[in-house]
């Protein structure tokens, strides 16, 4: 990067920091330091859980997931705006009139203390892995854009945010997460603007999206039907999957994820909270789609310029300086030549106008893109060679390397920065919240139940330290992921969110159902979710990861129920 790179760099994420030190000013006691003295504004509200949600992988990973795959990845939150519906009727005014700190210890007033431990437990164990998976994945991508040392860079990445974390509680999460988001969308914006400013005259914006249109990448909406009839149940984003396993999925997440509700528990009142979810309902499925959006840009320009073979360029020297280097040197001048043709067919139609592509140069583009797209996939086989042991997934680096070799000064410091602030929005409540947990479900209950105001303010603060430096840690040891980073996260969360939300939901809607039958319920649950993630995992069987959401929840319902009534009490029976 040049000086006025690093020094846009440096100014930003000294802004935030000071910025989020300035206002942790609170109350030294579990309300100030993990809830903000409840006082928070709905809009202030909105900015933290969209700050919570939306981590440097989405900002990174999401413009490569839509440049690879489409922006059939939209369909993934469509099931979210039905979720905030549902947690505003049922999850919020209990868990504020209830003045909770954790969702968890509505569990134990609502069951028992093993069901609550169980549940704060799944929490602790899968966001603590999440949130390690959060520092590593832009910390990765720096490290191999920037030639970084990947173990210093997650160090830096963690170290820096958990200064302000342990510092200022919740207070400076949530402001810091509102600068955080105002940045970022800018920062956003300007890069989509640059996309169709450096397109060849007479291209615009509409005619990008043509282009992408016609070689598959605007497929907002796919049904998940297969040719020949029949759902496919491992098609990943489709209609179905997105309504009903992004509804789970989405519920959980707001609902009994302590790194959001936690958020929404700092309001300074229910209808606030109530606003501030609504309004992210409202707002989250538009900005997916505008990040997927300049994915499909992206894409369009590379028809117009020399695309990459594979963007993260550290793999390509791995392969170079390998016994691979004459297959990959046969490989790169196939490359060229298909990239020379589909330059001489784009130009072509832009020259004709993209309103009336005919049947022959789509055909012919098509081919090329094949072409193109099998040369690449030949490349990502040399790559995982063991001579080699490399990463196949460039759909992280695609909008990065765009930024670095085309941005102008200055603006791929802001770019960079963006990476380190939306990677810390999350992180932070993340943090946040592994802490409150630690101490209200776990430290408080068995280790020290007679603690004072100050001694949980000062348990606290060293708990968020604890967590941050087990995050770190996980992020040292993070190796290949085999997904694009935004979906490694969400396929983690599927693993556990689905059997909590099963718990929450019998507690709010299965009266008769106790503390055993739940808690036995929910470990027959983790384990059959667990399962069935191995035997998709060894292609035994075939279903995506959304579906885990719903199944684990609807098991444990199921389960707990039979439980209740053929073991223990038969209690329902009575009912």
Not at 142 to 155: A, H, M, P, V
Not at 205 to 233: H, R
Not at 237 to 266: C, E, H, K, M, P
Request: net charge positive.
């Amino acid at each position: 990067m040049s000086y006025p790179d690093w020094l846009v760099l440096v100014i930003t994420l000294a802004v935030i920091i000071l910025y989020g030190v300035y206002k942790s000013r609170t109350t030294r006691n579990l309300d100030g330091y993990f809830l903000s003295n409840r006082e928070m504004p709905w809009y202030v509200v909105l900015f933290s859980i969209m700050g919570t949600q939306a981590s440097a992988i989405t900002f990174l990973s999401a413009p490569g997931q839509a440049y690879t795959d489409g922006m059939r990845f939209v369909q993934y939150y469509f099931g979210l705006p039905l979720a905030m519906i549902m947690l505003c009727v049922t999850f919020v005014p209990i868990f504020h009139n209830f003045r909770l700190y954790t969702a968890y210890q509505f569990l134990e007033k609502r069951f028992d203390v093993k069901t609550r431990t169980l549940t704060s437990f799944l929490f602790l164990l899968q966001r603590g892995l999440s949130t390690g998976i959060s520092i590593y994945a832009p910390a990765i991508i720096l490290s191999s854009l920037l030639g970084w040392n990947i173990y210093w860079t997650n160090i830096f990445m963690g170290g820096l945010l958990i200064i302000y974390t342990v510092a200022g509680g919740a207070r400076s999460v949530a402001y810091t997460q509102q600068l955080q988001i105002i940045i970022i969308f800018a920062s956003m914006f300007i890069a989509g603007w640059l996309v169709v400013k450096y397109l060849p005259e007479g291209v615009g914006l509409f005619d990008a999206l043509k282009i992408g249109g016609v070689m598959g990448k605007t497929n907002v909406i796919t049904t998940g039907m297969q040719e020949g009839g029949g759902f496919n149940w491992s098609d990943k984003y489709n209609l179905w999957s997105g309504i009903i396993g992004g509804f789970f999925l989405a519920l959980s997440y707001f609902g009994t994820d302590q790194s959001q509700v936690g958020r929404y528990l700092t309001a300074k009142s229910i209808k606030e909270s109530r606003m501030g979810l609504l309004m992210n309902g409202i707002v989250k499925v538009p900005m997916q789609f505008l990040i997927l959006m300049l994915g499909v840009l992206i894409f369009a320009f590379y028809q117009f310029h020399d695309a990459p073979l594979f963007f993260n360029q550290t793999q390509v020297q791995k392969v170079s300086n390998s016994k691979y280097a004459p297959d990959l040197s046969v490989i790169q001048d196939q490359y060229q030549v298909a990239d020379l043709r589909k330059k001489q067919l784009i130009q072509a139609i832009a020259a004709n106008g993209t309103s009336g592509i005919s049947a022959e140069n789509r055909t012919e583009l098509s081919r090329v893109n094949r072409e193109r797209d099998s040369l690449r996939t030949a490349f990502k086989g040399l790559v995982v060679k063991p001579e080699v042991g490399g990463d196949a997934n460039d759909a992280n680096y695609i909008f990065l390397r765009f930024v670095v070799d085309y941005l102008p000064k200055g603006l791929i410091g802001l770019l960079i920065a963006v990476i380190f602030i939306s990677s810390w929005g999350s992180i932070a409540a993340a943090l946040n919240s592994l802490a409150s947990s630690t101490i209200v479900d776990i430290h408080k209950k068995f280790i020290n139940k007679n603690l004072d105001e100050s001694g949980d303010y000062r348990v606290s603060k060293w708990y968020t330290l604890a967590w941050g430096i087990f995050c770190i840690v996980v992020a040292q040891f993070a190796s290949n992921l085999g997904n694009s980073l935004i979906e490694a996260v969400n396929i983690l969360g599927s693993l556990f969110y689905g059997v909590i939300l099963g718990v929450f939901l019998l507690a709010f809607y299965g009266k008769p159902v106790k503390g055993n039958a739940v808690f036995w319920g929910a470990v027959l649950g983790e384990a059959l979710v667990i399962a069935l993630f191995l035997l998709n995992e060894h292609n035994i069987i075939s279903l995506s990861f959304l579906w885990l959401n719903a199944i684990g929840a609807i098991v444990v319902m199921v389960m707990g129920w039979l439980l209740q009534v053929f073991l223990f009490n038969k209690s329902i029976a009575h009912h």
